[in-house]
């Protein structure tokens, strides 16, 4: 895998999700990263940060209900 951007790294830490990020399957996080590096411009290459840290709170958050649920 493709190490983890420098900026996208610090947004993961600093949202807590570093661990669920690593710990996302292969492909998952190969999307991510891609999505990201396709960036032309600053703007929305911090834009594309923001959104993936937004998915994976979303997904986080699904995955703890369905556990909490059981």
Do not use: N
């Amino acid at each position: 895998m493709d190490p983890i951007p420098a900026d996208f790294a610090r947004a993961l830490s600093r949202h807590q999700l570093a661990g669920f990020f690593t710990e996302c399957a292969y492909v998952h996080r190969t999307d991510y990263l891609r999505w990201i590096a396709e960036s032309r411009r600053p703007s929305t290459r911090r834009r594309k940060i923001r959104e993936a840290i937004a998915r994976l709170r979303a997904q986080r958050r699904e995955l703890f209900r369905a556990v909490a649920a059981r």
